[in-house]
Each structure stands twice: as C-alpha cells, then as structure tokens.
C-alpha cells in the first residue's frame, strides 16, 4: 500500500473496520529503530502506516496516560475507562466480539432475553443483501451505546472535576503517538501485515456479494 495516496478519511476507515483482537505489538519491536523523515512526503506515509499498524499500542499508551493521570481520583478512572469503551465501540470487530459475548453470558441466564438481543435479519434480493448490514450491539444500534457510554463518561469528568487533568492526559498521549508514529521506521513486517489486511478486507467483500 502507498501510505502517501491513503487519505485521511480512508485511514479513518481502515481503523473502524479492521480487527481490533489481535494482542499489541512486542514492545521490543514498538522501540525498535527511529529515524528522521527525509521529506514531509515520507514522514506523512510513516504516519500513516504506523497509525495503522500500532493502532493497538497506542490505544493502550494513551489509556495508560490517562489512568496515570488520575491514579488519585478512582472516579476519574472510570470515566476514562467509559471514554475509552465509547471509542471502542466505533471499531466493526470490537462492536461484534462485545455484543457477541454479552449474548453468550445471557444465554446462558436467560435464552429469551439473548434471542431479543439478536439483530434484524437483512433482507435478501437476488442472492445480495439489499443494503450494508448496520453494526448493532446486544440488538440495538451501535450509535446507542457509543452516546450512553459518552454521557456518562462525560458526568463521571464533570463530578471528579478532572477534566482540564484529561485535556492535558489526551493532549500527552496524542503527543506521544504523533512522536513515535514520526520517527519509527516502518519495517518489513509491517508492510507485509498491511498487504495481508488489504487482502483479507478483498476477500471479505468479495465473500459478501
């Protein structure tokens, strides 16, 4: 993949829709090699790539950030946990693997209820469905639990009065990724788990017609 052509809406749309359960990057290989970017071009495609490549570690980076910031505050925790969950929630894999084990954890309980928390089936024409399937979670629409985890994320800041603490933790982990996104040198794995992405999102398609 040419990093340099990707633009930022596609990035964007790789990140949403790739595999989040995949375990971080080794940190040996996170703090391998860093060089300088000879030119913006080839600084702007290393960012990319490695966006997208450690978009695991730096999730994790900038949650630890944020649970460092707050160590004092317990509730502040939590709504950086509930602000972590509601971005979570934006990823395809994460959305599915989420409403698929609270199902289980149901069914277990309540086989009703767990057949209530499936999604609408899509309707088929000729073979196709008729449109996208829409990401729902526990049988309602993902948009649900992305704004109730949100809004209470956001109360959770507002009562433990820690949100300039926050903007400052964000703005430390943003920092850290730009950093290390910059100056790490993409290696030859990582471009070879970019081609293997692209072809299992190909083939995923192609499966779906």
Partial sequence: MDWGNVTTEDLID?????????PPRPVSEFFSR?????????????????LYYYR?????????????GFLRSPLAIVAALMTALSIA???????????EKVTRTVRKLSPHLAAKMRPALTPVIRGRPSAKRAIHVCGQPRWVF???SSVVGFILWFVSCGL???LWALAI???A?????????????????????????????????
């Fill in 164 to 166: 300039l603490t926050l």
């Fill in 146 to 148: 992305v704004l109730l």
């Fill in 89 to 99: 929630f934006l990823n395809d894999s994460f959305a599915g693997t989420f409403s």
């Fill in 34 to 50: 860093f060089t300088v970017p000879r030119s913006y071009a080839k600084w702007n495609s290393r960012v990319k790539c490695n």
């Fill in 173 to 175: 982990g943003l920092l």
């Fill in 14 to 22: 790789a990140l949403r829709e790739v595999d989040w359960s995949s």
């Fill in 177 to 209: 990724t730009l950093i290390h996104a910059s100056f790490r040198t993409p290696n030859l794995k990582a471009r070879l788990n970019t081609f293997r992405e692209e072809f299992r999102a190909v083939w995923r398609n192609y499966s779906e017609l």
């Fill in 56 to 68: 695991t570690n730096y999730f994790i980076l900038v949650v630890f950030i944020l649970g460092m």
